[in-house]
């Protein structure tokens, strides 16, 4: 196994097929791509599951916990750990989020043995949308689009704390017409970094420049992500590339994972 998955789950036990779940949408879903929301809920009761969206839900409070402000993440994710009660898998799709869910509720609640009992709880019941999918739900629905050429970018909390770059990995490899271009340095991190990219544009730029570039030098024609965060980050650098050279036809558009699957196996036109 590659030390990209170091840290990562990848021995944990998987539930039976569920017959409810919880979708933590993610704030940058919630606020910027809700279609990516809608689609895991289509991709989830396609399977015959009641999806249930707590609509006190924000964020999940990594911008604080990463920035060095525990005492805030910590008051964000109490309110969080309030909303799953029901002892169903909660489904995220982000393995940013999810790792945050995952990993890190429980360190912030040690403290507390009532509340770090129930963020171990919420902990074990976390699964990022693509791990869910190929582990708990043995996806497998036909390919119905036309043959095309995508990159797949994986965040660096999904690759290194989720593991779940091999289960977007398998998915895209499991659709008949498309063919995943492999670019150089693909665990690279694209420079988004949460609040990384605001607190140091210039080095954010940089390293997003790079990996638009390798992704555009595989012969890739879209990006696709399980991870909003990254995939804006990659498509607005591409974006404001076209700006600065005049063209006005996107050089790499992207497109959420959810998105995808469910464009490619329902026919549904882009």
């Not at 789950?9 to 940058?28: K, N, S």
Request: with cysteine; proline share 6%; hydrophobic share 35%.
């Amino acid at each position: 196994m590659s030390s990209d998955t170091q840290g990562a789950d990848l021995a944990r036990p998987y539930p039976q097929r569920p017959q409810d779940v919880y979708l933590f949408a993610t704030c940058l879903v919630d606020q910027f791509a809700p279609e990516a929301g809608l689609d895991t809920v289509r991709l989830l009761e396609r399977e015959g599951i009641t999806v249930h969206f707590p609509e006190a839900q924000t964020c999940c409070g990594q911008p604080a916990y990463s920035s060095g402000y525990p005492e805030e993440a910590r008051a964000v994710a109490l309110q969080q750990l309030r909303l799953f009660a029901q002892p169903w898998p909660v489904v995220v799709p982000s393995g940013s989020c999810g790792g945050m869910l995952r990993h890190h509720y429980p360190q912030l609640f040690a403290h507390d043995p009532v509340l770090h009992a129930q963020a171990k709880d919420l902990a074990g019941r976390v699964y990022e949308l693509t791990e869910f999918l190929v582990h708990v739900l043995n996806f497998n629905h036909q390919d119905q689009g036309e043959a095309c050429t995508v990159a797949l970018h994986t965040s660096c909390h999904a690759r290194r704390q989720m593991g779940s770059h091999e289960t977007s990995a398998a998915l895209l490899d499991s659709l008949g017409q498309v063919t995943v271009a492999q670019q150089a340095r693909i665990d690279e991190c694209c420079g988004f970094g949460g609040t990384f990219a605001i607190r140091y544009p210039d080095i954010s730029e940089a390293i997003v420049s790079d990996k638009v570039a390798s992704i555009k030098d595989s012969g890739a024609k879209s990006v696709v992500s399980a991870d909003c965060g990254c995939l804006f980050n990659i498509t607005g650098r591409a974006a404001k590339q076209d700006e600065v050279a005049g063209r006005s036809t996107p050089s790499l558009p992207g497109e959420h994972i959810a998105s995808f699957l469910w464009r490619r196996t329902t026919g549904a036109a882009s």
